[in-house]
């Protein structure tokens, strides 16, 4: 079993900065792919980023150029930097993984934290 603690959500104005934290423990050898999805209020969950454990990068279409991914294999952390918020960005973030190249598929990710409030006031 592999348990996802995400961090660092927060109320911000739009145009400002957040970076989200996720923390892998348990079973984490092999986690191919770390994950950052979203749901905002009323709508589906949306794929935001992903990195596999090579460093290989998948984005959404409506974050690119705005938000970057990174990983620590070693501490099995993920992060998402994210820039220019605004208010559409706004909803809960999950921390999701794999031990396969899952990519932009949230039915292929295996594991996924309890989620962490974004809220992008304009």
């Known amino acids: 079993q592999v348990h996802l603690v995400e961090s660092g959500g927060a109320l911000v104005q739009a145009g400002g900065s957040l970076r989200l934290s996720c923390a892998a423990s348990?079973?984490?050898?092999?986690?191919?792919?770390m994950g950052w999805f979203r749901r905002a209020p009323g709508k589906d969950r949306e794929f935001v980023a992903a990195?596999?454990?090579?460093?290989?990068?998948y984005y959404g279409d409506s974050v690119k150029g705005r938000m970057s991914i990174s990983r620590d294999n070693d501490e099995n952390t993920v992060a998402l930097q994210m820039n220019s918020l605004e208010p559409v960005d706004t909803g809960v973030y999950y921390c999701?993984?794999?031990?396969?190249?899952?990519?932009?598929?949230?039915?292929?990710?295996?594991?996924w934290g309890q989620g962490t409030q974004v809220t992008v006031s304009s």
């Open positions: 999701a993984t794999s031990r396969v190249d899952a990519g932009k598929q949230s039915q292929e990710y295996n594991y």
């Open positions: 348990g079973r984490t050898f092999g986690l191919y792919i």
């Open positions: 990195i596999t454990i090579g460093g290989r990068t």
